[in-house]
Structures are given as structure tokens and as C-alpha cells.
């Protein structure tokens, strides 16, 4: 299984062995507010620490600016705001997920990191129709995984890369 690394290039998790599902995707799990959040691992180079932007005059609210990470200059998206959450004040938890769609990086600002984890495609159910169409857009699927106690709105990349295109 591929292991994702933080900024000092620690080991930071390493999947679950799945043994049922040979299907099943790794998914790095994250927290806005009080709900659980995922993006397929395979689009995450990196998680890294949470530090302050540099603003883009005018940029969409829901890019914060960008940063430089290892000489790659890469917009910020706020997924709070992009989602249509209120404005999360950043902590000591709150991270950067590093993600690359196609040849697009981008750095998704979420609260905190908890995991990674294995979803089988079985496990996964469309949006339900009673979503928002904004929220329900970025969405690929919703998931509640057996080792977590909450469903799971599973993020999809390329969606948010729209979204943000189309000036949402």
C-alpha cells in the first residue's frame, strides 16, 4: 500500500490490509467541522501544515491565495467556504492537503486529519437527491465504512476543480 508522508517526510499512516474487497480505494479522511470528509489517496502527494497564504487580488472567496511548496506554486482552495460552511478560524490540527488532478495541484485547507482508509465501491451510495445541488456537486459518493462510526461524503477532485473554474 502507498504510505502518504507529511511535511518532514515521516511516514505518516499506512492503509488497512483489505482482505474481502480487492477493489476497495484508499481514502485520506479529514474533518470540517463536526462531519467527516474523504479524498481518494492516489490524488494526495503530500499533507503539510497549515500556513498563511498569500492573497490573490481578486481571486474567488473560495481560494485563500497560494503557496509554495517544495518550488511548486499552487492555489489554496477553502473548503469550508467552498462548501458553503462558515469561515474556520485555522488551528494547531488544521492541515494542507497537497492533491494533484490531471496537471493541476491545488492545496485543500481542511481542520484535521484523522486517517486513511479503505472503501470498497459497494460501500459507496450516490448523493442523496435532497442535497444542495452546490454541496451535492463536489460530492462522489457517500460511504459509511464498518471502522468509522459517521458517514463519510466522499470529495470528488475534479468536481472541486470545476466548481472553482465556473467561479463558485
Request: net charge negative; with cysteine; charged share 15%.
Amino acid at each position: 500500500m502507498s504510505e502518504i508522508t507529511s511535511s518532514d517526510t515521516q511516514p505518516m499512516m499506512t492503509a488497512p490490509k483489505t482482505s474481502a474487497h480487492s477493489e476497495a480505494q484508499s481514502y485520506v479522511l479529514f474533518h470540517l467541522g463536526e462531519k467527516l470528509y474523504a479524498i481518494n489517496s492516489a490524488a494526495v502527494r503530500e499533507i503539510t501544515r497549515w500556513r498563511a497564504a498569500t492573497p490573490v487580488p481578486g481571486a474567488p472567496d473560495t481560494l485563500s491565495g497560494i503557496i509554495s511548496q517544495r518550488g511548486a506554486i499552487m492555489p489554496v482552495v477553502d473548503l469550508h467556504r467552498l462548501l458553503g460552511f462558515p469561515t474556520h478560524t485555522p488551528g494547531r490540527a488544521t492541515r494542507y492537503i497537497i492533491a494533484q488532478h490531471d496537471t493541476i495541484e491545488l492545496a485543500l485547507i481542511v481542520e484535521s486529519v484523522s486517517d486513511l482508509i479503505d472503501i470498497s465501491p459497494d460501500d459507496q451510495t450516490p448523493p442523496p437527491d435532497t442535497l444542495p445541488p452546490q454541496y451535492a456537486r463536489l460530492l462522489r459518493a457517500i460511504s459509511c465504512p464498518a471502522n468509522v462510526n459517521q458517514s463519510v461524503a466522499l470529495l470528488d477532485l475534479a468536481s472541486i476543480i470545476e466548481a472553482i473554474r465556473s467561479g463558485a
